[in-house]
């Protein structure tokens, strides 16, 4: 099936520090999606990304779907605490008339206060 | 109360014995998932759900079951239970039409095969 590589896949970063991850395909996607999970919790979306070069921002998170659409990345700016958990990133790729999502590996995120 | 809920939340089993996992949703939604979360793998489609009436396989459905027995639930099945399907189980819906809409987890069910 479709695979997507998503990297780092864990970030130990300062309270205040900005954050960047990213997932990469071989194949088109029509669609990037990045989700955030919190221990105990399922995925929710954060941002949703439907064109090639479109750039989303969410409060301090910033989302841009590549221009080749084989790619994705998120940033986030100004890390809190709260902003621990797993991010992960989702597309639907091309061609796919079932609303299928492929899912990256994560980004486990820990923010030191 | 959550829109999609999930039981049990955890759940440890034997191998070889069946054990239901079920999901209902409050969302109104048409399409219905359930993944499988392993460390490392992100989340991998077992099976999916159009509507009531329409089952497709998703990307590891090998020792899963499923059953839509209405809009508002969608159950996943080990018919037979073995150590590697050990993991954490989410169900998703999603609703609308056209090209994509935005999935709603539930809180996930962890199992434990023994």
């Known amino acids: 099936g479709q695979q997507l590589n998503q990297s780092p896949q864990s970030m130990f970063i300062q309270e205040g520090e900005d954050v960047s991850m990213n997932c990469t395909s071989s194949s088109i996607f029509n669609t990037w999606l990045w989700y955030k999970q919190e221990p105990g919790e399922g995925p929710v979306l954060l941002i949703a990304?439907?064109?090639?070069?479109e750039l989303t921002s969410n409060g301090r998170l910033t989302a841009q779907f590549g221009i080749t659409r084989k790619d994705s990345f998120l940033n986030i700016s100004a890390s809190i605490p709260s902003d621990v958990g797993i991010y992960f990133c989702a597309g639907q790729p091309l061609n796919n008339a079932g609303n299928m999502l492929t899912f990256g590996g994560g980004t486990r995120l820990m923010v030191k206060p | 109360d959550a829109d999609v809920t999930q039981t049990p939340r955890n759940r440890i089993t034997k191998t070889g014995k069946r054990i239901m996992l079920e999901c209902s949703q409050t969302?109104?939604?048409?399409?219905m998932y359930w993944y499988r979360q392993d460390p490392g793998l992100g989340l991998r489609l077992i099976y999916y759900s159009f509507d009531v009436k329409d089952i497709n396989k998703g990307e590891i459905s090998d020792g899963y079951s499923v059953s839509r027995q209405a809009q508002a639930k969608f159950s996943l099945s080990l018919e037979s239970a073995i150590p590697n399907q050990t993991a954490l189980y989410f169900c998703?819906?999603?609703?609308?039409?056209?090209?994509?809409?935005?999935?709603?987890f539930g809180q996930g069910t962890r199992l434990t095969v023994v």
């Open positions: 969302k109104g939604h048409d399409r």
């Open positions: 998703a819906t999603s609703g609308g039409t056209g090209y994509w809409t935005e999935a709603f």
């Open positions: 990304l439907y064109k090639a070069g």
